[in-house]
C-alpha cells in the first residue's frame, strides 16, 4: 500500500512531466520556421554564458549523449548559427560559440516565446509562480546531486 508521501512525490512528478511535455509542444510551435527545440536551447545557452564550450560540456550542460549532441550541434553549423573550431590547446576537441547569425536566430527564438510564456505566467499569477521557483529550483539540484 502506498504511502500518502509516495502519492504525493506520483503526483508532484506527473504534474512536472506533464508541464513539461505541454510547454515543449507550445515552444516548439511558435519557433521560427526550421528551428527546433534542442537548438533553441543550444543558443539560448551559447548566448547566456557568452563563452566557448566543447561539444561534451554542452552535452552533458544538457544531460544528453555526445552523440545526440553532435547531431544538434551538425544542423546549427549547417544552419550557420554557431562555429565550431578545433582547440588550438588541445587538438582533439573543438569549441563551440554562437555565431552573429545565430544570436539574431536565439532572439527571434526569444522574441515569438516570450509571449507565450509571459501569457502563462499572467494567468497563473506572478506571485505564484515567484513562490514555485525556489521549490522546483531544489528538486533541480536533488535531482543532479543524486545523477
Known amino acids: 500500500m502506498r504511502s500518502a508521501s509516495d ?4 503526483s508532484l512528478f506527473s504534474e512536472i512531466i506533464t508541464v513539461e511535455q505541454l510547454a515543449r509542444t507550445s515552444v516548439a510551435k ?4 526550421g528551428m527546433e527545440l534542442s537548438q533553441f536551447f543550444v ?3 551559447l548566448a547566456h554564458t557568452g563563452i566557448e564550450r566543447t561539444p561534451a560540456q554542452l552535452a552533458k550542460s544538457f544531460h544528453l549523449t555526445r552523440g545526440a549532441m553532435s547531431n544538434t550541434l551538425g544542423k546549427l553549423e ?11 590547446d588541445d587538438a ?4 563551440v560559440s554562437i555565431s552573429p547569425a545565430g544570436l539574431l536566430a536565439r532572439n527571434a527564438a ?3 516565446v516570450t509571449p507565450l510564456i509571459s501569457d502563462v505566467v499572467d ?4 506571485d505564484r509562480v515567484r513562490a514555485a521557483l525556489p521549490v522546483l529550483r531544489e528538486l533541480r539540484l536533488k535531482l543532479l ?3
Open 123 to 126: 494567468k497563473v499569477g506572478a
Open 110 to 112: 526569444l522574441d515569438a
Open 43 to 45: 543558443l539560448n545557452h
Open 7 to 10: 502519492s504525493l512525490a506520483v
Open 92 to 95: 582533439r576537441r573543438k569549441l
Open 30 to 33: 511558435v519557433l521560427p520556421k
Open 145 to 147: 546531486n543524486d545523477a
Open 78 to 88: 549547417w544552419a550557420g548559427w554557431v562555429h565550431v573550431r578545433p582547440d588550438w
